[in-house]
């Protein structure tokens, strides 16, 4: 059977309880615990910086996947490694010198994830993929939650996944955005392996329940 991962995007979550949403997503069974940063620049909300990090990190053993929505996101990632981050993810649009800052990440003893928005090509991460330990494929503008998947991102998961295996990287291959009962086997058969979802834990009244069902769905392909 495949192995997938979940990671609940704690974008969806309430806030006013964060503590208690951490820890019914961790023992709901995720793998990951999804962190959304964004600044208000590169996208227009203002969300969660490294002192909410630094916050949740007691209350779950899971891999920290903080997601930087960030312009210059080199100045932030020393931050979110002290903050506990396990693995950091930049947005390509926003790294002249995507090369050196996942270096950086990974000098600093974090894996090194690069995303793309939906209109930006898989070939502008080609030349980084010897430093790079995740790929996320964003299938919505990023922004907010909430919104439908971008069902032409699906030929970019496929053409993802053939570069990731022509170039020998065993690279997670994410998918983030829209993600949900309706859409996770066609991301997945088209070979992705790791899911971010908000909405479709965080907006339903069992999470254990809805991660289960993401991840049965994701694994019989
Ligand atoms: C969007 C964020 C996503 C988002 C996913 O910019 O990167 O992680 O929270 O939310 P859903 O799963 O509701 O689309
Ligand atoms: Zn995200």
Known sequence: M?????????????????????????????????????????????????????????HTEKVMDVHLMVEHPETQVEAFVKAGADMITIHQETCVHLERTLQLIRSLGCKAGVSLCPSTPVSTIKNVLHCTDLVLLMSVNPGYGGQSYIHAVTDKIKETRAMLDAAGSSAFLHVDGGVSPKTIEEASSAGADSFVAGSAVYNTPDYAAAIADLRALAEKV
Do not use: Q, Y
């Open 2 to 58: 495949k192995k997938v991962h979940i990671a609940p995007s704690i974008l969806s979550a309430d806030f006013a309880n964060l503590e208690k949403e951490i820890r019914a997503i961790d023992e709901g069974g995720c793998d990951w615990v999804h962190v959304d940063v964004m600044d208000g620049s590169f996208v227009p909300p203002i969300t969660i910086g490294d002192n909410i990090v630094k916050a949740i990190r007691p």
